[in-house]
């Protein structure tokens, strides 16, 4: 695989990850856009390529940044670790004792699951 296609992947991966993040659907970012929800597919699938004028917006409406979005990986795209990467982006805007509850909140599933 090319490292330009390895790129595009990773790029259309965490567009569509920091979407559903948002909890956007693809015809909701469309119509923000001015798009037709296929193109957000299509973008979301590697078969279109972002322009330099979308990319920032992609980037304002899913609350991520620019450099996250963009960000360059020798090996294949990993869809688990961008979700872990962008849930510690959104768990280092909360306040301390949310964050102190959320974690609360995780321990008790994990003993849950035992």
């Given at each position: 695989?090319?490292?330009?296609?390895?790129?595009?992947?990773?790029?259309?991966m965490?567009?569509?990850?920091?979407?559903?993040?948002?909890?956007?659907?693809?015809?909701q970012?469309a119509?923000?856009?001015?798009?037709?929800?296929?193109?957000?597919?299509?973008?979301?699938?590697?078969?279109?390529?972002?322009?330099?004028?979308?990319?920032?917006?992609?980037?304002?409406?899913?609350?991520?940044?620019?450099?996250?979005?963009?960000?360059?990986?020798?090996?294949?795209?990993?869809?688990?670790e961008?979700?872990?990467?962008?849930?510690?982006?959104?768990?280092?805007?909360?306040?301390?004792?949310?964050?102190d509850?959320?974690?609360?909140?995780?321990?008790?599933?994990?003993?849950?699951?035992?």
């Open positions: 695989m090319t490292n330009e296609v390895t790129k595009g992947s990773a790029l259309a965490r567009l569509r990850i920091a979407r559903e993040q948002a909890g956007l659907s693809q015809g970012v119509k923000i856009l001015n798009l037709h929800r296929p193109t957000i597919s299509e973008i979301e699938a590697g078969r279109r390529k972002v322009t330099a004028e979308e990319l920032p917006r992609f980037a304002d409406i899913y609350g991520v940044s620019l450099s996250w979005l963009v960000e360059e990986q020798d090996e294949e795209p990993n869809p688990h961008a979700k872990i990467e962008l849930a510690a982006r959104e768990l280092s805007k909360l306040k301390p004792e949310d964050l509850r959320l974690l609360d909140l995780l321990k008790s599933l994990a003993q849950q699951e035992e």
